[in-house]
């Protein structure tokens, strides 16, 4: 059966931007898009509590809708003229060039809203009205091998609704940290948060930063081996150096250790700092394999003096002219010589 509006309620309305039904409404509950309803008719006669008394809800949860939909992009934050406290502002309608430019700009990353309790009555109408996180639950617990908390429960709904995660994104993250022996509720939290301002928000992406990671480790543990390291995992400011090398400049576990020697041979404690300089520059000059950089030492050492100053050589000082014939100045000395008497002591 097919349905549509009822002819005279076609007289007036408002506009909902198409981003919030193709986009937003399935990561949305129903108070949030009842608030974002009533945002989009009243305007700016719109307050907070005018919404929890029309929808009789308390303001707190007023303020957590609007906090979901400014997470999601769909709501701007601006300044209230009057008391100079900000306030939501809701999208205008954009004109149809500008809403074609502003459809082709990848919008930036948005922090991810703090996480909030909720009841588990809260819980329970969230998970009425999408049976898809029921199924997310479910294999959670299968993954984890545990029946979820209540607070484990808010941190996934939380990972699905603050931070962006689709849910198949976020068991193959639960996955990935109970491959890595990790699976604190503040640990998955943390790691999700990160996934989600990153713009992980696809399978193909996961499996990319994946495997970005296990190359990370890989590295490492080539590294501690090869330097005798004892910690069988990096810190997380380590594994940020050896991701950089390993799969934003290209280097291979070898050319780490070679650069772990070049290190070693001028100071005496590991730094990963000065190991980045080095490959830093072997980067930057185009070396990044052991035939490359072999070839690299080979060359002679020529400094470059016009690096990062334009000097210019100087002119070499030419003899002044003279008004004499040194030749002969030199025969006449030797026909005159000169006597210097000694001064007496």
């Not at 928000?201 to 081996?225: F, M, P, T, V, Y």
């Not at 016009?306 to 008004?323: H, I």
């Amino acid at each position: 059966m097919s349905y549509t509006l009822r002819p005279h309620l076609l007289a007036s309305g408002f506009f909902v931007p198409a981003a919030v039904a193709d986009e937003h409404l399935i990561f949305s509950s129903a108070v949030p898009l009842k608030v974002l309803l009533l945002l989009l008719r009243e305007g700016a006669a719109f307050t907070e509590e005018k919404a929890a008394a029309i929808l009789k809800q308390p303001v707190s949860e007023i303020s957590d809708a609007l906090a979901f939909w400014e997470a999601r992009g769909v709501l701007l934050p601006t300044a209230d003229e009057q008391s100079g406290l900000p306030s939501v502002q809701a999208p205008a309608s954009p004109p149809p060039a500008a809403a074609a430019t502003a459809s082709a700009e990848k919008p930036l990353p948005l922090p991810t809203p703090p996480l909030r309790a909720q009841s588990e009555a809260d819980l329970c109408a969230r998970l009425t009205e999408s049976p898809a996180l029921t199924d997310l639950f479910g294999e959670a617990e299968r993954i984890l091998g545990r029946t979820l908390t209540s607070a484990t429960r808010q941190m996934l709904l939380h990972l699905h609704d603050g931070a962006g995660l689709p849910a198949e994104v976020i068991l193959m993250l639960l996955q990935h940290c109970k491959d890595d022996g990790k699976t604190g509720t503040d640990y998955i939290q943390s790691a999700g948060i990160a996934w989600g301002e990153q713009g992980i928000d696809s399978i193909e992406k996961a499996d990319e930063r994946i495997e970005q990671i296990r190359r990370s480790r890989s590295a490492w543990g080539i590294l501690a081996n090869h330097a005798g390291i004892q910690t069988p995992k990096p810190t997380r400011q380590q594994e940020k150096y050896l991701h950089t090398w390993c799969s934003e400049w290209g280097f291979s576990p070898e050319m780490v250790c070679e650069a772990y020697d070049e290190m070693a041979n001028h100071i005496a404690n590991i730094s990963f700092a000065y190991m980045d300089k080095t490959l830093r520059t072997w980067h930057e000059t185009g070396v990044h394999t052991m035939e490359e950089l072999t070839a690299y030492r080979a060359k002679p050492y020529r400094p470059d003096v016009t690096v990062g100053k334009d000097k210019k050589s100087k002119p070499k000082k030419e003899r002044p002219q003279t008004s004499y014939d040194m030749e002969e100045y030199m025969a006449f000395l030797d026909k005159n010589p000169v006597y210097t008497p000694k001064r007496k002591r």
